[in-house]
T-cell receptor, first 115, second 111 residues
Framework: GAGVSQSPSNKVTEKGKDVELRCDPI?????LYWYRQSLGQGLEFLIY????????KSGLPSDRFSAERTGGSVSTLTIQRTQQEDSAVYLC?????????????FGPGTRLTVL | GQQVMQIPQYQHVQEGEDFTTYCNSS?????IQWYKQRPGGHPVFLIQ?????EVKKQKRLTFQFGEAKKNSSLHITATQTTDVGTYFC???????????FGTGTRLKVLA
């Protein structure tokens, strides 16, 4: 079946603008993660959704970052008043059930460049 | 906070040589996963280890989870050019689904 999809694949924006990044997880996967990967670096956890439970937002770097997951499926990561240090690849991953012991399937990522 | 370090950061090997990357956590892990990320690609799941002292093999790859569940290793025997990429470990602690990824080891295989 279809894997995790993300859009847009690339986003170039000006400093101070808001951006929205979208993630479509694999159908039936209840867990969804957002990560950030700066050039040549590891993955930084941002937020985790599991079913209807309250999300784990402990990785969001500032209050400019927020995420929603509507209907337990599609998720949107919003960055307000973007800064140059927000430039990175934003990766979304989904897993089948409880995230702790299941494979995470990653999307291709959105490369965000803030000028 | 919890930290997961990997060594080495970079490794260049001649094709046919062996390769090992080590993952060390500052806290005891509930489980550990390994991922491979090809240049320009996204992370792809390789394996998960759950039990203390567990060893799993996938063809030329051998994965180990330490007895104290604070460290892990990935060993590749007789590397091939297709092994090129960055290898990440990722672990969780008990009671959380938040994965902390290691810093990664970038492997380059010279033909």
């Amino acid at each position: 079946g279809a894997g995790v999809s993300q859009s847009p694949s690339n986003k170039v924006t000006e400093k101070g603008k808001d951006v929205e990044l979208r993630c479509d997880p694999i159908s039936g996967h209840t867990a969804l993660y957002w990560y950030r990967q700066s050039l040549g670096q590891g993955l930084e956890f941002l937020i985790y959704f599991q079913g209807n439970s309250a999300p784990d937002k402990s990785g969001l770097p500032s209050d400019r970052f927020s995420a929603e997951r509507t209907g337990g499926s599609v998720s949107t990561l919003t960055i307000q008043r973007t800064q140059q240090e927000d430039s990175a690849v934003y990766l979304c991953a989904s897993s089948h059930n409880t995230g702790s012991r299941d494979t995470q399937y990653f999307g291709p990522g959105t490369r965000l460049t803030v000028l | 906070g919890q930290q997961v370090m990997q060594i080495p950061q970079y490794q260049h090997v001649q094709e046919g040589e062996d390769f090992t990357t080590y993952c060390n956590s500052s806290t005891t892990l509930s489980n550990i996963q390994w991922y491979k990320q090809r240049p320009g690609g996204h992370p792809v799941f390789l394996i998960q280890l759950v039990k203390s002292g567990e060893v799993k093999k996938q063809k030329r790859l051998t994965f180990q989870f330490g007895e104290a569940k604070k460290n892990s290793s990935l060993h590749i025997t007789a590397t091939q050019t297709t092994d090129v990429g960055t290898y990440f470990c990722a672990g969780t602690t008990s009671g959380t689904y938040k994965y902390i990824f290691g810093t990664g080891t970038r492997l380059k295989v010279l033909a």
